[in-house]
């Protein structure tokens, strides 16, 4: 019945027990989200929208700290992504969470780490239940259905009784929304910053008594959201199992680009490397390619929207530049993508690339976890080379977190970086509040 389905989501939040196995994932998903978050909140990065931001809001009450540490955890887009939620779930439930946790020296680290799991598993849910019809319609879930998953995370880790927790539910439900015509501008990171600030107001007006629907708001936000293609069933059918932090999990980005084409890249860096292997030297490659077609299914490009980039934030976005880029350099790196000036080298060969959707297999929207890229160099002489890479093979390549933490604190010392990611093992009763105090400290 439509009137049940938000308490039996609430219900569902509040008698949570994440496992122990859930909570390590819940670790290390901190530990990313603090190495994307604290280069730019420290400066390692210098990102404009980050400045503008901080000095339009100066005050670091609860609500401020939720949205600036939401702008900063995706600012840079390496934050990580989940295949069920299609969006970025940690620089939204976390920022809430950090926001509102007390300054005290104690905290129940467990509490913290399975709070944080359940906004996961309320994330991904959410994705499952409205379907690939909301990214299709042109919402950008990290913020459209972020604001309810970290609303859910707060009334887990204050233990809100029920009639909060449907409220708070609805609270954020009703201020959801995020456009996906934002991409490649500063405005998308912003999405998550306003979902995480939407969550901390959601629960605070729950909590104070404010007046609300609490039936029926999740059902018609998944109806209007969907275009009425939503299974709302699937926000709490099995919840837990398995866990959603844990299968299919968060997935660490390994480049600073767009997650749609992180395949691309690590196809074509296999052809590089294949040439390179022959003992013939990239210029020889780069002398004799006449273009580069990419293949995959139809639709597969629906986040790399960006043909002709005009700047380093439109790039992370542009399958073209990426993959140039890719083969010229080698590796990609964050100043790759938040220089204002786009490498002009990498600008003429990114001409050169060609998107040839494969239209023998089921559309993206169908089938996204069978999404692929099939990379192909065509060179002088009909010589080709060709490589091809599908979803489920590249989550297999491993992400090296504490390589990803000196690549973002460029300017940290091997003893500052070893002191967070101790932090990071929650060994201690001063864990959390430690880190939650250092990161808002960090904002100054």
């Known amino acids: 019945m439509i009137s049940e389905l938000t308490t039996s989501l609430a219900e569902k939040i509040l008698g949570a027990s994440p496992p122990p196995s859930a909570q390590l994932a819940a670790k290390n998903g901190i530990k ?58 940690s620089t939204v439930i976390l920022p809430a969470l950090f926001a509102l946790t007390p300054q005290q020296n104690e905290l129940d680290n467990i509490r913290f780490l399975n709070a944080y799991c359940v906004g996961v598993e309320v994330a991904g849910r959410l994705g499952l239940a409205i379907t690939n019809q909301h990214y299709q319609l ?83 936000f998944l109806e209007a959201m969907s275009q009425r293609q939503a299974m709302p069933e699937l926000l709490i059918k099995d919840w837990g199992n398995p866990w959603r932090i844990e299968s299919p999990g968060l997935e660490f980005k390994p480049y600073p680009t767009c997650a749609g084409t992180h395949s691309a890249v690590a196809v074509t860096q296999v052809l590089r490397e294949r040439w390179l292997s022959s003992g013939k030297p990239l210029t020889a490659l ?53 220089e204002p000036e786009l490498d002009p ?23 996204p976890e069978k999404r692929f890229h099939q990379v192909t160099l065509f060179l002088a002489g009909s010589t080709q080379l060709s490589h091809r890479l599908d979803r489920q093979q590249f989550l297999k ?26 932090l990071c093992l929650f060994n201690t009763p001063q864990s959390t509040s430690s880190i939650r105090n250092k990161l808002i400290a960090s904002l100054n």
Not at 286 to 306: C, E, H
Not at 345 to 367: F, G, Y
């Open 32 to 89: 990313d989200y603090l190495a994307v978050t604290l280069s730019v909140t420290e400066g390692h990065i210098n990102d404009a929208g980050w400045q503008q931001l901080s000095a339009l809001w100066p005050e670091r009450d609860p609500r401020s700290v939720a949205l600036l540490l939401g702008y900063a955890g995706h600012a840079l887009d390496f934050d990580d992504f989940h295949a069920n939620f299609r969006g970025h779930p």
């Open 138 to 220: 042109g919402f950008h879930s990290t913020g459209s259905l972020g604001a309810i998953a970290a609303t859910a995370a707060l009334c887990y880790l204050f233990a809100a009784d029920l009639e909060t927790t449907t409220c708070a539910l609805g609270l954020a439900a009703t201020q959801s929304t995020a456009l996906r015509a934002q991409f490649g501008s500063a405005v998308k990171p912003l999405h998550a910053g306003l979902a995480a600030q939407s969550a901390v107001i959601s629960f605070q007006l729950a909590s104070s008594g404010f007046s609300s629907r609490p039936h029926g708001v999740i059902d018609a």
């Open 286 to 338: 780069l002398d004799n390619l006449q273009r580069i077609d990419i293949a995959f299914p139809l639709g597969g490009d629906i986040a790399a929207n960006i043909r002709v980039p005009e700047n380093g934030i439109e790039a992370r976005f542009c399958l073209e530049y990426i993959i140039a880029a890719m083969l010229i350099k080698g590796e990609l790196h964050l100043c790759d993508f938040t």
């Open 345 to 367: 080298h990498i600008m003429a060969l990114a001409q050169r690339v060609n998107r040839n959707p494969d239209r023998s297999v089921p559309p993206d929207v169908l089938a």
């Open 397 to 422: 390549l491993p992400v090296d977190l504490r390589q990803k933490w000196q690549n973002c604190l460029t300017n940290a010392t091997y003893q500052e970086i070893e002191a967070w990611l101790e």
